[in-house]
């Protein structure tokens, strides 16, 4: 996994050492490379969201066939099985984006932290050592601001996430839309001023994104539902 990091993060430090070029200042590079990173998985994320959408409105049904095939495993993995046919979807449909992804935010997680590491050029070496609005040097810890930003901003992404989902709010989901954002602050005093703006500003677009996203599902869902009503009461007047 290390090497496979080390990969996409050399990969992904040309671009960085690019737009460095361009714009001279390293905080800026860091906001415009982490939005273009993001806006390049938008497709992946929305089939991710998409699936898990689906697996949470199937969730009582699936519920259901549990309770009702509890002694017979053999029929109640049938029932299931056609359950996700009818939908259209898999338990594993939502892992492929989420798979491709990791590797990319992982390279650049890794960019960000040893960022010499990974950029041979020497415009970085001093680049990296760039103040940024309050922060004298983008290499070291932010005490507190940025790494409280990063927090409260990991826990909105977790909520407006879990706001498209049914039944998301519950059990270890609920637990870690409130564990994560301390993990991140505390992680965020130890990392690279550098490493805690990116995760700030991706954590913007994400909740942006969900947004748009479940905005656009519960649309399209009242949509169905609306359809299926009038199909309802179109048989029971004797249209069809």
């Not at 259901?64 to 898999?90: C, F, H, P």
């Amino acid at each position: 996994m290390a090497a496979i990091t080390g990969f996409f993060a050399t990969i992904i430090g040309y671009p960085m050492q690019w737009i460095y070029s361009v714009v001279n200042s390293y905080g800026v590079s860091i906001i415009i490379l982490t939005l273009l990173i993001r806006l390049c998985l938008l497709p992946l994320y929305a089939k991710q969201i998409k699936s898990s959408a689906k697996m949470a409105e199937l969730q009582p049904k699936m519920k259901e066939i549990q309770t009702r095939y509890a002694k017979d495993r053999e029929k109640m993995n049938e029932e299931i099985s056609k359950l996700y046919e009818q939908a259209g979807t898999k338990p594993t449909s939502g892992c492929l984006p989420l798979l491709i992804q990791l590797p990319i935010i992982y390279g650049l997680f890794a960019l960000l932290r040893n960022p010499l590491t990974y950029m041979t050029s020497q415009n970085m070496i001093a680049a990296v050592h760039e103040s940024f609005f309050w922060i004298s040097d983008l290499s070291q810890p932010d005490a507190w601001l940025l790494p409280i930003l990063a927090g409260i901003t990991t826990y909105f992404t977790s909520a407006v996430s879990m706001s498209g989902a049914e039944g998301a709010g519950n059990g270890m989901m609920a637990g870690m839309k409130y564990f994560m954002p301390v993990l991140i602050f505390l992680m965020g005093r130890s990392f690279p001023s550098g490493l805690a703006l990116y995760w700030t500003i991706g954590n913007c677009f994400m909740i942006v994104q969900s947004f748009i996203f479940n905005k656009k599902r519960k649309k399209q869902k009242a949509q169905e539902e609306a359809e299926a009503e009038v199909l309802k009461r179109m048989k029971k007047d004797g249209a069809l």
